[in-house]
Nanobody, 120 residues
C-alpha cells in the first residue's frame, strides 16, 4: 500500500528555515518522481519542487528557486524539502506527491499536507 506522510511544518520568522519531510511507504524512492506542492485556500495549487525517479534531475518553481532544495534520504525512504530565506508569501499548506515523472500533470499519491506559517 503506497502511503506518503508529510511533516515538519510550523511557524518561522521571515528569513528563517524549515525542513519538510515526506516519508514514503509501500514503494522505494526510485519508483516515482516526488513533488512538493503548496496551496492556500481559495488559490490554485502551486508545484514548487520535484525530484525525478532514479535520482533524476530536480526542478523548482521560480518563486522558490535558490531558496529551496529537495533531496532524498534513501535509508529513511524520505524526501526532504529544505526551505531557507522564508518570506511572507511562502505560508501555505505543503503537500508531497508521487507520480510517474516531474513533467507529468498527474500525481497519483498524496500526503495529507503540513502547514507552514511565516510571521515576525
Amino acid at each position: 500500500q503506497v502511503q506518503l506522510v508529510d511533516s515538519g511544518g510550523g511557524l518561522v520568522q521571515p528569513g528563517g528555515s524549515l525542513r519538510l519531510a515526506c516519508a514514503a511507504s509501500g514503494f522505494t524512492l526510485d519508483d516515482y518522481a516526488i513533488g512538493w506542492f503548496r496551496q492556500v485556500p481559495g488559490k490554485e495549487r502551486e508545484g514548487i519542487a520535484c525530484i525525478d525517479s532514479n535520482n533524476g534531475p530536480t526542478t523548482f518553481a521560480e518563486s522558490v528557486k535558490g531558496r529551496f532544495t529537495i533531496f532524498k534520504d534513501y535509508p529513511k525512504n524520505t524526501v526532504f524539502l529544505q526551505m531557507s530565506s522564508l518570506k511572507f508569501e511562502d505560508p501555505s499548506v505543503y503537500f508531497c506527491a508521487a507520480g510517474s515523472s516531474c513533467k507529468s500533470t498527474r500525481f497519483e499519491y498524496w500526503g495529507q499536507g503540513t502547514p507552514v506559517s511565516v510571521s515576525s
